[in-house]
């Protein structure tokens, strides 16, 4: 059994390891500090990725600022006030149910729910909101286990001294708790980061020269673009570099976010 499990984990690993060769022999020569600086211009085949490098940041930073917050909060109440009665329980199978909905679903929500609905369009606002539904059971998920790990002799003793429950919460229980939290958030950021049915129904568009002016302008977005110059694009010949580059660029900009988790994770632990 263990021999099966390690052949799963190395057929895994050689699937990742081709990706990201297959990536870095295409797209490596595409990176430059044009691909990072310049706005796209001739048709979408020359120039860079800039708008969709800031899109990206602005959607996904904008998620996290939002579902984080919700997130610590909705774990601090399932697991220090609700513990095991049966509403919570039924909580923790929605956002388990949630988790594994497909990133489309959410897209198409978003579409019918804030473009149409609210009223706010194709803008960034939207595609925010949908990638905070998109992320929230992700960081309800690890900010709850992350506080299954504080010992409960924490907890007695803050109480024993004489603090009040929420006082326990605020200064013992959250600081402790707070690298599993910080990972999961970082985690959420990267997944937002690399969605792209969520936002190309809510929040991206193929091109656009106003720039965000406010939270209710259309934005680009680095996973949208690869899509659009791979399927919609009129010279995709072309275009195919632009395509490997930006897709490469997406893919260090999420590993640089994981390994981020990881490095807080590892400090706050070790401190």
Request: aromatic share 8%; proline share 4%; net charge positive.
């Amino acid at each position: 059994m263990f021999s099966l499990l390690r052949l799963a984990a190395l057929i895994n690993l050689l699937a990742l390891l081709g990706v990201c060769a297959f990536l870095f022999r295409n797209g490596f020569s595409s990176l430059s500090w044009e691909l990072i600086s310049q706005p796209p211009r001739d048709a979408m085949t020359a120039g860079g990725v800039l708008p969709c490098m800031i899109g990206t940041a602005l959607l996904a930073l904008g998620a996290l600022l939002i579902s984080f917050p919700l997130g610590v909060a909705s774990a601090v109440y399932l697991h220090e006030y609700a513990g095991d009665s049966a509403f919570a329980g039924y909580v923790r199978l929605g956002v388990n149910n949630l988790a594994g909905v497909p990133s489309v679903v959410f897209g198409l929500f978003g579409l019918s729910f804030f473009v149409l609905t609210c009223g706010f369009g194709i803008s960034l606002l939207s595609g925010v909101l949908t990638l905070v539904i998109l992320t929230l059971p992700v960081i309800i998920s690890t900010a709850e286990e992350a506080l299954r790990q504080v010992p409960a002799d924490f907890r007695q003793a803050s109480l024993a001294l004489g603090a009040t429950r929420s006082q326990t919460i605020l200064r013992v229980v959250l600081p402790a708790a707070m690298p599993g939290m910080c990972t999961g958030a970082i985690l959420g950021l990267a997944r937002a980061a690399g969605e792209t049915a969520a936002i190309m129904f809510t929040g991206a568009v193929f091109f656009t020269t106003k720039g965000v002016n406010s939270i209710f302008s259309p934005v680009m977005a680095l996973p949208n673009h690869i899509y659009v110059l791979a399927t919609s694009g009129t010279e995709i010949d072309k275009t195919m570099p632009l395509q490997y580059g930006t897709a490469l660029l997406l893919f260090l900009l999420i590993l640089l976010l994981n390994l981020t988790a990881v490095c807080i994770r590892d400090r706050r632990q070790s401190g």
